[in-house]
């Protein structure tokens, strides 16, 4: 195994669908910027009620990536 180098960022990403979909969103538009995304941790969960119902997710991400 290579010696690596990472970098973290936090992202939230968000969906009414739930928080699986929240997490996908947040990596896929976070890939746009960031290269070399290797892996990710979730920290933190919550979501937006609306009239009595959860109206969306919310998932706070750590992803890390590879610097050169």
Not at 6 to 19: F, Q, R
Not at 27 to 56: L, P, Q, S, Y
């Amino acid at each position: 195994m290579s010696d690596h180098t990472y970098k973290l960022v936090e992202i939230v990403g968000s969906s009414p669908d739930g928080c699986d979909s929240a997490i996908r969103n947040a990596i896929t538009k976070a890939g746009e910027t960031i290269k070399h995304i290797d892996w990710f941790e979730v920290v933190e969960t919550r979501g937006h009620i609306a009239d009595g119902k959860v109206a969306h997710f919310q998932v706070t991400l750590k992803i890390g990536f590879r610097v050169s």
